[in-house]
């Protein structure tokens, strides 16, 4: 009997100790372990967050850089506002090479915005239809920024192809 009592004093404190084991390591190591993990899945999805952060910021680079790149391109299309003495007179000479008589040739009054100026010039042409058709085609093909604002064309009674013009065409400048 002592014998069976010596075994199930041993057996409780086995099992005691297991249980103190348990409970004092086991237990918190695996709390550690969880909240381990926790903390490095929190890692993982900063650092992907990041990762994609910097995409987006090498993204915004590029696009910088594009945009940067269309502003230089559009800046050398506007000349200084000191030089629209020469753009009215390469108007005049092409609407003279495509035979148009110009009735009137006039500055409206400058609109200043943010970085340019638009100055709008009245012009009053008479002519032969086809001979303005081809005057509006080398005015786009000039290195300007220019924007045909208001057209009216009428019909001469005089001879047939004939015209009178009446037309607004705003030319834009750097505001220096």
Known sequence: MW?????????????????VGY???????????????E????NRMKLTEFERTTNAALDLTTQLEQLQ??????EEKLPPT????????QITLIAQKQGLHPKSIRTL???????????????????????????????????????????EVDKTTQLDGQINTDCIVSIFFQNV
């Open 82 to 89: 000191s030089e629209i003495h020469k753009v009215l007179e």
């Open 23 to 37: 409970q004092f390591v086991i237990r918190p190591a695996q709390q550690s372990l969880c909240e381990s993990q």
């Open 109 to 151: 009054g400058q609109k200043q915005n943010s970085g340019y100026v638009e100055q709008p010039l009245e012009m009053k042409f008479e002519g032969n239809f086809t001979a303005f058709y081809s005057f509006l085609l080398e005015i786009e093909k000039m290195p300007r920024i220019m924007k045909v604002r208001k057209l």
């Open 3 to 19: 014998q069976s009592l010596r075994k199930f004093v041993f057996l409780l404190l086995v099992v005691g100790l297991a249980l």
């Open 69 to 74: 790149t269309a502003i230089t391109f559009f």
């Open 39 to 42: 903390r490095l899945e929190i």
